[in-house]
């Protein structure tokens, strides 16, 4: 979900060029750093070199989802969700298409497609989950209205049959609007949602194993240091709980590949606090059935890098986006 300060929280044809930049068209801008790019690449799990598919400056591009059919890679920018050809390439002339959201413009980095690709489902600036049709049109509001205070839904998955969507509910804690950080699950035709977990221990990412059989998710679960997320996964009635990593370091974003083989996440540096931007970072590949994490790809990235799942549907390829800066 988007980050905010403190750390801990969320802040929010033809004429292609490899470094477009598409401002003023929404109204969730997160601006890049004198000299910094933002880079959507496609990897491989054999760690070979990372294919580059397109390139901004000026603004961050975030969070890439990659299309059941292997065709197009949605991603957001300035408010907007874009598409682009999964085999795109800077200078090949095919710039990325902006999806019509039905007047979202506030669109944030949670965002993901369902298992037949006709819709996408995106969280928005007023705190709520839509679902917009992947060829345009208008939006339609999934989640309630919860109260008596403010409530933000970040969407993270979508069930395999397509009929349950998984979130983050954020609520006020201790003076903190973003301190409450729990699991949900909804029916994505709407509907009353069902609460996973009930805890101060911040949760985040939830997505569904191909299987249906498990949410995968991180938690600060346990932690005896602020921001020491790591690994779990529950069943979908919320029970279950087991503990998938326990390193030293920060691990966020679980995403099971679509063969059920693999889970790709994101890994900050000890005593990072949240999953900030613009850190060193790795993406690390874990077996669900156990075993030590391998490193992939090191890069400097993270928050938008691999917030949502990337995976192509052959489960040998993922999306994710760096933001080097020159000198």
Same mark, same amino acid.
Do not use: C, K
């Given at each position: 979900?988007?980050? !905010?300060?403190?750390? $801990? *929280? @969320? ?24 000299? !910094? ?35 197009? &890679?949605? %991603?957001? !920018?300035?408010?907007?969700? &874009? ?7 800077? *200078? ?24 037949? *690709?006709?819709?996408?489902? #995106?969280?928005?600036?007023?705190? +709520? ?7 345009? /049109?208008?939006?339609? =509001? ?20 397509? &009929? ?9 804690? /201790? /003076? ?19 609460? #996973? ?35 779990? =996964? ?6 279950? &709980?087991? @503990? ?10 679980? +995403? ?7 889970? #790709? ?13 613009? @850190? ?19 890069? %400097? ?25 020159? $000198?």
């Amino acid at each position: 979900m988007p980050a !905010q300060a403190p750390a $801990g *929280g @969320r802040r929010p044809a033809g004429g292609y060029s490899a470094r477009v930049t598409i401002t003023g068209a929404g109204t969730n801008v997160r601006p890049l750093a004198p000299g !910094q790019r933002a880079r959507l690449l496609v990897g491989d799990i054999d760690g070979g070199r990372p294919r580059l598919v397109h390139e901004t400056t000026g603004s961050a591009l975030e969070a890439p989802n990659w299309s059941p059919d292997g065709r197009w &890679l949605v %991603f957001n !920018q300035d408010g907007l969700l &874009l598409r682009i050809p999964a085999d795109a390439a800077p *200078g090949d002339g095919v710039p990325p298409e902006v999806i019509d959201t039905g007047g979202i413009t506030d669109a944030n980095n949670d965002h993901v497609l369902s298992p037949d *690709g006709a819709t996408v489902y #995106l969280s928005a600036g007023d705190g +709520h989950i839509h679902a917009v049709p992947f060829a345009g /049109g208008p939006a339609r =509001r999934v989640t309630n209205d919860r109260g008596p205070g403010p409530f933000r839904h970040f969407l993270h998955g979508v069930s395999p049959d397509g &009929l349950t969507l998984s979130y983050v509910g954020v609520e006020p804690y /201790g /003076g903190d609007e973003w301190g409450y950080r729990n699991i949900f699950t909804l029916p994505s035709a709407g509907g009353p949602d069902t609460r #996973l977990t009930d805890s101060p221990a911040p949760a985040d990412g939830p997505e569904f194993t191909p299987d249906g059989e498990w949410i995968l998710f991180n938690s600060e679960h346990g932690a005896t240091t602020p921001g020491h997320a790591q690994l779990f =996964r529950m069943r979908p009635d919320g029970s279950g &709980l087991t @503990r998938l990593t326990s390193d030293e370091r920060v691990n966020w974003f679980p +995403h099971p590949s679509p063969d059920g083989r693999h889970i #790709l996440y994101i890994s900050f540096p000890p005593g990072t606090e949240g999953h900030p931007a613009d @850190r060193d970072v790795l993406l690390r590949l874990l077996d669900p059935a156990g075993g030590a994490p391998r490193d992939l790809l090191a890069f %400097f990235g993270g928050q938008g890098s691999l917030n949502v799942n990337s995976w192509s549907p052959d489960s040998r390829h993922f999306a994710y986006v760096d933001y080097p800066v020159a $000198g």
